[in-house]
Nanobody, 125 residues
């Protein structure tokens, strides 16, 4: 059974950078995307970023465009990263890695096949 394991969430100061990692336990399909969602305290889960298996197709949520970057490990295709820069207090959330049935510019939660357990990112002002 596919599992996704995230790491990297910590508390940082506003303006800092942070990188999250996620590794799938089994090889993913070329048709599937891997990505990130986040859930701020008291709010709904929202899309952050998605990347195709080749890495050629990438989409971001509007709130993180220009500050966050998603990538795949060139040696381990089933490991992805989320590089977060210029972090703001409103980026505080539990960040979830996700395996998606397709690569889409605004994937609904229903596109997620598998969720990771989540990793907490806290940005202090």
């Amino acid at each position: 059974q596919q599992q996704l394991v995230e790491s990297g969430g910590i508390m940082v100061q506003a303006g800092d950078s942070l990188r999250l990692s996620c590794t799938a336990s089994e090889e993913t399909s070329v048709a599937h995307g891997m990505g990130w969602f986040r859930q701020p305290p008291g709010k709904e889960r929202e899309f952050v970023a998605v990347i195709s298996r080749s890495g050629a197709l990438i989409f971001y949520g509007d709130s993180v465009k220009g500050r966050f970057s998603i990538s795949r490990d060139p040696a381990e295709r089933d490991t992805i990263y989320l590089q977060m820069s210029s972090l703001k207090p409103e980026d505080t959330a539990v960040y979830y890695c996700a395996l998606l049935r397709r690569v889409h510019s605004s994937p609904p939660l229903g596109d997620v096949l598998t969720w990771g357990q989540g990793t907490q990112v806290t940005v202090a002002s």
